[in-house]
């Protein structure tokens, strides 16, 4: 199994090439491409979620705590209706960093299975299609750069691991017993199996809601109706000369 560092280093290689390709070959502006970068960089430590070991945990949950409040701040208090306020913003803001940073780090340590559903390929498409969701207001092409850049950086994630399950003993190639642990569609757990697809379908069928909604033509603006304005002095109709008209 590859190391932390290893997972990092690859991942910030790709992150890199990712959002240069993104700005250069496709138009993207350098916030989008930077940001498509970043994540495609931090996908590629998110399969370590199920990890046992304390470093990758503390420093991904510490990332997850910083960026997640500032993609979904604006919602929250928009579904809570709290003030738009800088201090209701800022209290939203440290609530949701100390909920993901302590009670997000707590759950799945309870929950989480080393290798297990979190270490899959379910879990990189629905990676990929929570950012899809969190950039809602975002242009369709943004949305996919965002999504992609995600799955990228996990599934280098989980071909690196289950590269180094071959083992080369001078004479032969060995398996390890880690050996298709990574890339894989199911795991020993049939609770946690359920759960993943669950939440996968559940996903899958927002996605396809949002982009439903993207491609619908916007609605028309209500046309004005002009009205014929009558000139009194040129309409045939009416005489122009009262003097000779007998009233009886």
């Given amino acids: 199994m590859a190391a932390f560092r290893e997972h990092v280093t690859v991942s910030g290689m790709l992150g890199l090439g990712y959002g240069t390709t993104a700005y250069l070959a496709y138009g993207f502006t350098p916030i989008e491409s930077t940001l498509a970068g970043f994540l495609t960089a931090f996908g590629g430590m998110l399969p370590d979620l199920d990890s046992k070991t304390s470093r990758p945990v503390r420093e991904l949950f510490g990332i997850l705590a910083a960026v997640t409040p ?10 809570l209706n709290l003030p738009t306020t800088r201090e209701a913003g800022a209290l939203t803001f440290i609530a949701l960093y100390m909920l993901i ?31 899809f969701l969190a950039h809602c207001d975002s242009p369709i092409p ?15 994630h989980l071909i690196l691991d289950e590269a180094y399950s071959f083992q080369w003993t001078g004479t032969r190639i060995k398996l390890k017993k880690s050996f298709g642990t990574a890339l894989k569609f ?6 946690a199996n359920l759960v993943a697809y669950g939440i996968l379908v559940t996903l899958s069928y927002a996605v396809f809601g949002n982009i439903v909604m993207d491609l619908q033509p916007a609605p028309a603006a209500p ?22 008209t007998t009233i009886r």
């Fill in 223 to 244: 046309q004005s109706v002009e009205l014929e304005t009558i000139d009194l002095n040129q309409s045939a109709d009416l005489p122009t000369d009262f003097s000779d």
């Fill in 101 to 131: 940073r302590y009670g997000g780090s707590w759950l799945v340590g309870q929950v989480a299975v080393h290798r297990g559903m979190f270490h899959s390929i379910p879990a990189g498409f629905i990676a990929g299609q929570i950012a």
């Fill in 142 to 156: 943004t949305k996919w750069l965002i999504a992609l850049g995600i799955m990228v950086g996990f599934f280098s």
């Fill in 70 to 79: 500032l993609l979904i701040l604006g919602e929250v208090v928009k579904a």
């Fill in 186 to 191: 199911v795991g020993k757990d049939h609770a």
